[in-house]
């Protein structure tokens, strides 16, 4: 089982629709758990981070954290076609300093 | 604005010659890491740097080495590249509170190197 496991796409919405990312995490301690956008041949943008159960809202953005379910989502309200790329779910390594695990990416498409 | 700075953003090497790719930060962030990532792939954790203190990874190869001198830079050496090691090499900078859960970490541009 991969720790951070994602479907890696391609998620295609059309433009102004909701995109709903998902991601599952396999360490049950684990306590941060963060968003990062990467447009093609770029670094990785942190967009979220979420540390307690329920929502959290940042624009169109909002990130949706279930501990018991080890469950995190994004959810990209009026989707632009600005919005595609790819979107890495990443958490904290419990018990091992700072690490980050990242899933593998889902591609997001937004078409026009 | 503070920032992660990543030199060269693109570096071409032929195979076998060292080469050295560097990050500076002015976030004033104790902990930085270096990531590889190839293509499709999610960044991979070479090691990283917790103050002085450095961590390297099990499974980093012992052709990747890093230097930090100061809190501000923060070197990747590869000793002799072969052509698997084309990639995109990533630094990140963390700032660790101690008790806190809060470890955002920040991404430079990131350094493209081709190995020929």
């Known amino acids: 089982q991969k720790e951070v496991e994602q479907n890696s796409g391609p998620l295609s919405v059309p433009e102004g629709a909701i995109a709903s990312l998902n991601c599952t995490y396999s360490d049950r301690g684990s306590q941060s758990f963060f968003w990062y956008r990467q447009y093609s041949g770029k670094s990785p943008e942190l967009i979220m981070s979420i540390y307690s159960n329920g929502d959290k809202e940042d624009g169109r953005f909002t990130a949706q954290l279930n501990k018991a379910s080890q469950y995190v989502s994004l959810l990209i309200r009026d989707s632009q076609p600005s919005d595609s790329a790819t979107y890495l779910c990443a958490v904290i390594r419990t018990g091992g300093g700072n690490k980050l695990v990242f899933g593998a990416g889902t591609i997001l498409r937004v078409k026009s | 604005d503070a920032m992660v700075i990543q030199n060269p953003r693109y570096q071409v090497t032929q195979f076998g010659k060292p080469v050295t790719l560097s990050c500076s930060q002015t976030l004033n962030h104790n902990v930085m890491y270096w990531y590889q990532q190839k293509s499709s792939q999610a960044p991979k954790l070479l090691f990283h740097?917790?103050?002085?203190?450095?961590?390297n990874e099990a499974d980093t190869p012992d052709n990747f080495q890093s230097r930090r001198p100061n809190t501000s830079f923060c070197f990747l050496d590869i000793r002799s590249p072969g052509l698997g090691d084309a990639a995109m090499y990533l630094c990140?900078?963390?700032?660790?509170?101690?008790?806190?859960?809060?470890?955002?970490?920040?991404f430079g541009p990131g350094t493209r190197l081709t190995v020929t």
């Open positions: 990140a900078t963390s700032r660790d509170q101690g008790a806190s859960l809060i470890y955002e970490q920040y």
């Open positions: 740097y917790y103050d002085k203190d450095f961590n």
